[in-house]
């Protein structure tokens, strides 16, 4: 049994930092593609930033480039979402997400991606 739980959220002011944590249990996150996801109101879920699981390589939104991060610690089994120089656009609902998929790809989609957390709120203003 898959279980993915987020936290860190807040609200921050523009300029400031938030670091998300993302603990897993039922799976080493070292053997899995890991994501970060986020929801705005009225917006379709988007793919933040993910990790690769084979070379622990990363991912990120053109939007978070260079603000963003997503370390991975395998002996706590949870990846980070590291993020500073928080915009107002960025306030969202962070979801972590795990791909349970025999590919080593990490895709930018929701629909690819079988395992959630049930979310963290980021507020920026």
């Known amino acids: 049994h898959v279980q993915l739980v987020e936290s860190g959220g807040g609200s921050v002011q523009v300029g400031g930092s938030l670091r998300l944590s993302c603990a897993a249990s039922?799976?080493?996150?070292?053997?899995?593609?890991m994501a970060w996801f986020r929801q705005a109101p009225g917006k379709e879920r988007e793919g933040v930033a993910a990790v690769y699981a084979d070379t622990g390589g990363t991912l990120y939104a053109d939007s978070v480039k260079g603000r963003f991060i997503i370390p991975r610690d395998n002996s706590k089994n949870t990846v980070y979402l590291q993020m500073n120089n928080l915009k107002p656009e960025d306030t969202a609902m962070y979801y972590c997400a795990l791909r349970d998929a025999a590919s080593s790809l990490c895709p930018s989609t929701a629909s690819s991606y079988k395992h959630w957390g049930q979310g963290t709120q980021v507020t920026v203003s």
């Open positions: 039922g799976y080493a996150i070292s053997t899995k593609c």
